[in-house]
């Protein structure tokens, strides 16, 4: 394998080939999400926080391919750069561990972050719940009949058949949910 000039000793190019196919690897990851494969191993946790003390098994969820490539990429890194800083081989092994580490945990957080952005969007009964609106067409008192309402709901405004079991509620009176009757039907009560 050709290694650059700079390379003086078999622990630097252990250093050179952890940063280089790491940070290859990096990149090729990067090109596989940018067109949609592969972009969800690291499991969000449920919500568990790293001041639990839950030992081997926290730690075991925290390694997928992710996190130990970019390990690898920034071991090299950091221990190239202690070698070629000056410090002695000892040190940079311990400068190369820190960097491997803290860049695992970094990568773990950031993609555990981002796949708590996800949603999908689905309308269900306990979304549905208290959202708020206004009447699009007049809902009868009393449960006589069926309206309209258009809802604000995660963003969007949608449109559902609706009854209440109060008074008669007029066209632009401000309305929530208080119960889904149906996928294309709610209940509603006036917002005084």
Known sequence: MFFPEFITSPLMGIYFICAVFGS??????????????????????????????????????????????AGFAFFGLGGLAALTGGTSE??????????????????FYLYRAINRLKSD???????????????????PA??????KVLVNHQNRTMEYEAITKGEELKA????????????TTVEVVCIV
Do not use: C, H, W
């Open 121 to 139: 969007g689905s309308v269900t009964a306990e979304t549905l719940l208290g959202a708020v609106g206004d009447v699009y067409i007049r809902i």
């Open 90 to 107: 000892p040190i940079s092994v311990i400068i190369a561990v820190i960097s491997g580490s803290t860049a695992i945990y970094i990568v």
């Open 142 to 147: 009393a449960g006589g009949g069926v309206g």
């Open 24 to 69: 290859a690897l990096i990149l090729l990851q990067l090109l596989l999400m940018f067109f949609g494969v592969g972009d969800g191993d690291i499991d969000d946790g449920g919500g568990s926080d790293f001041s639990d003390n839950v030992g081997a098994a926290e730690f075991f969820r925290i390694l997928s391919l992710k996190t130990i490539v």
């Open 172 to 183: 632009g009176t401000p309305v929530t949910v208080v119960r889904v009757v149906s996928s």
